[in-house]
């Protein structure tokens, strides 16, 4: 079964960086868009970035220009780099697949705060 690890998470203040990391077990990276999601509290998930199989990325418009989703397809890893970090950034961050009819095992998350 597919194991979602995501690490990374702190807290930081407005304005900082962060950059997370989601590391899977097995070679699933290859054959799978994937994705960023993020869940405040209260809140619905939302998906704020993609990044395909050949590497195109997509942003939700409340993260455009500030965060950057890349793969490592050979370490099973994504990551997403956080730049100008809001106080409305705070969330646990999951990773998973993206634009597929299922979804792996959700990992634990990595929490992210953003004081102001």
């Known amino acids: 079964q597919v194991r979602l690890v995501e690490s990374g998470g702190g807290l930081v203040q407005a304005g900082g960086s962060l950059r997370l990391s989601c590391a899977a077990s097995?070679?699933?990276?290859?054959?799978?868009?994937l994705g960023w999601y993020r869940q405040a509290r209260g809140k619905q998930r939302e998906l704020v970035a993609t990044?395909?199989?050949?590497?195109?990325?997509n942003y939700a418009d409340s993260v455009k220009g500030r965060f950057t989703i890349s793969r490592d397809n050979a370490k099973n890893t994504v990551y997403l780099q956080m730049n100008s970090l809001k106080p409305e950034d705070t969330a646990v961050y999951h990773c998973?697949?993206?634009?597929?009819?299922?979804?792996?095992?959700w990992g634990q998350g990595t929490q992210v705060t953003v004081s102001s």
């Open positions: 990044i395909t199989t050949g590497g195109s990325t």
């Open positions: 998973n697949t993206a634009g597929a009819s299922y979804y792996y095992p």
């Open positions: 097995g070679s699933i990276f290859s054959i799978n868009a």
